[in-house]
């Protein structure tokens, strides 16, 4: 009898078992597939970053002939604007940042702040503005970490710029 009594247990904690087996594995298949919709949201941030930088390379490219004051202040308003959009569709924090900068920039002489008299500070200030775009879209500053942090390098260009407004 006591040998049909465990048999019994046996047979009734089998189902137990095999359950507790069955839910290890669905775990395991729920951990796989985060870590899949992880790697999904990485690559599609890293595929951003770069459409973003390719856009951003040309449109850093930006230089004003200042000898047509209305002309630049014109193309400068629209660069101020397509700076803006590109730094409103990137994930990156840093290259938005670095965006937002030339965006500052052009629009400065979209005010008619700079004009050909003070234009060679600006397009010092503006090289380097562009050269952090371009470091940061290279991955030579590690831009793509997202913290914002690697933009300190540049930062000393921004507050020149600001102080030079007054």
């Known amino acids: 009898m006591r ?16 359950a507790t087996a069955a839910c290890g594995e669905l775990q395991e298949a729920q951990q796989g ?20 930088c390719a856009k951003a390379t040309g449109a850093v ?28 569709q990137t994930s990156d924090r840093a290259l938005q940042e670095a965006l937002r900068d030339m965006q500052s920039s052009a629009e ?16 010092q200030q503006k090289l380097a503005h562009a050269q952090r775009v371009l ?3 290279s991955g030579n500053s590690g831009g793509s970490g997202g913290s914002g942090e ?4 540049g930062g000393s260009e921004g507050g020149e710029g600001a102080e030079e407004a007054g």
Request: one cysteine or more; charged letters at 25%; aromatic letters at 4%.
């Open 3 to 18: 040998i049909r009594s465990k048999l019994v247990m046996l047979v009734l904690a089998l189902p137990m078992l095999t």
């Open 33 to 52: 597939v985060q870590n899949a919709q992880e790697g999904i949201d990485k690559a599609q941030k890293n595929l951003d970053t770069a459409q973003s």
């Open 61 to 88: 490219q930006f230089m004003p002939n200042f000898s047509d004051p209305q002309q630049a202040q014109e193309k400068a308003r629209n660069k101020a604007a397509e700076l803006g959009n590109l730094a409103d």
């Open 108 to 123: 400065r002489v979209a005010s008619g702040e700079v004009t050909i008299d003070n234009s060679a500070e600006w397009t």
């Open 135 to 137: 470091d940061i879209c």
């Open 150 to 153: 690697s933009g300190d390098s």
